[in-house]
């Protein structure tokens, strides 16, 4: 019968349990940044509003945050404003009217924002990419 010796079992041991905690410190800074990578581009592209209104603006709407725990980080980008899906999509359905009746016209969409967000995120998971395989794993897909 041969003998199996196993080098460094107790090293890799070690590493295993260490490991969630060292990959969830280093994959923070990367959602966040990205996420607030997100934020300042939208927030960028909405538009100004001159003179205050009663409901929220796009601008004061859109809110980023972010969590995080010894075994991950997550972050979300959400405009809260009543009208974001609107000015995203625009109205399809032909003219807007007033709870009174009155015609306000069509609303053309101006889609970014599903863009934009979709644009950041794969940039965070390329990066997150790049930090498993410093890590040594291999990723595909």
Not at 28 to 56: C, D
Not at 82 to 109: F, L, P, S
């Amino acid at each position: 019968m041969s003998d199996v010796r196993w080098e460094g079992l107790e090293e890799l041991k070690a590493m295993l349990r260490t490991l969630p905690a060292d990959l969830a410190t280093e994959a923070g800074p990367i959602v966040e940044t990205a996420a607030r990578g997100a934020y300042a581009e939208i927030l960028g592209r909405y538009p100004v509003r001159s003179k205050p209104r009663k409901y929220k603006s796009l601008r004061d709407g859109l809110e980023m945050s972010t969590a995080g725990g010894r075994y991950g980080t997550a972050a979300l980008v959400i405009d809260t404003a009543k009208h974001a899906m609107m000015y995203e999509i625009g109205a399809k359905n032909g003219a807007r009217k007033t709870g009174k009746g009155y015609n306000r016209g069509v609303w053309a969409g101006h889609p970014f924002y599903i863009d934009t967000s979709i644009r950041w995120r794969h940039r965070m998971y390329d990066d997150l990419k790049a930090m498993l395989e410093r890590f040594g794993f291999t990723v595909s897909g």
